[in-house]
């Protein structure tokens, strides 16, 4: 085990957080979006991640080592808020439209969470460079 193996570590769990981020950004710009391009409402994703055994642990600690990485990011199929406006362009013959199944609060929560996993990455690199650099000095 080297520095620059941990540091690989942290820059997947960096890139995973990275993508999660993103996700939940394009959900807060959509959460009124009434009509996309495949028709109906914006359905809100959802990013899922899987821990997989870190490859240059693989001959020294076994399995024990893992890295995260983005599985997939999939369309939650809850249904969206429901809300009474005949004049919308967007609603139905009985003048309701329905808006995207995101929930700002939630969002918010979800942004926060990722943005702390990040930091904490990223608080790994920069300790792993400062033992590089006393590493050096010996």
Do not use: C
């Amino acid at each position: 085990m080297n520095f620059f193996d941990m540091m690989d570590v942290s820059a997947t769990g960096l890139s995973s957080q990275r993508r999660r981020m993103e996700t939940v950004s394009s959900n807060l710009a959509n959460a009124n979006t009434t009509r996309t391009a495949g028709g109906g409402p914006y359905k809100r994703l959802d990013v899922v991640f899987e821990a997989v055994p870190a490859p240059s642990f693989a001959d020294t600690l076994g399995a024990a080592v893992r890295q995260v990485r983005v599985a997939e990011v999939y369309e939650d199929q809850r249904p969206g808020r429901v809300s009474f406006e005949p004049g919308h362009p967007d609603a139905d013959p009985q003048g309701y439209v329905t808006y995207p199944n995101v929930e700002p609060v939630v969002e918010m929560v979800n942004l926060l969470g990722a943005a702390r996993s990040y930091e904490a990455n990223l608080t790994v690199i920069e300790a792993t460079k400062a033992l590089m650099l006393r590493a050096l000095e010996i």
